[in-house]
């Protein structure tokens, strides 16, 4: 098997139409696929995938998924003025590479990373 990197990221939550417009003024733009059942962003090659789930009071820790950034500091602060909590303040990781974490409004952990090694865009 090989894996051809990341594809998708899923994230459930209670409020599918609260959600979309949070998400979309965290990306900056409209999902291209909106309906009851999944609402898809297409961010630089990448889904970031929106489902609606009652029950999604429960979220796991255990897999974190970072969204590429060009500012760590500023797209921090966005989160948090957009109504996101957090979880991991920004932080240098060594060579240059910056994280930070957040949980949005329904629990997800939503990850950022500024890394110079991989550019600005999607590789």
Known sequence: M???GLRTTIYKVAELTNAKEWY???LGFAPYFDEPFYVGFSVEGFELGLIPDAHSGNKSDAVSTYWGVE???SSYQQ???LG???MEAPQDVGGGIWVAMVK?????PFGIIYNPHFGT???
């Open 121 to 123: 865009t999607a590789p």
């Open 24 to 26: 979309a003024q965290v």
């Open 79 to 81: 989160l948090l003025d």
């Open 2 to 4: 090989k894996l051809l």
């Open 104 to 108: 949005d409004p329904w629990g997800n």
């Open 84 to 86: 996101a909590s957090s």
């Open 71 to 73: 500012n760590i500091e």
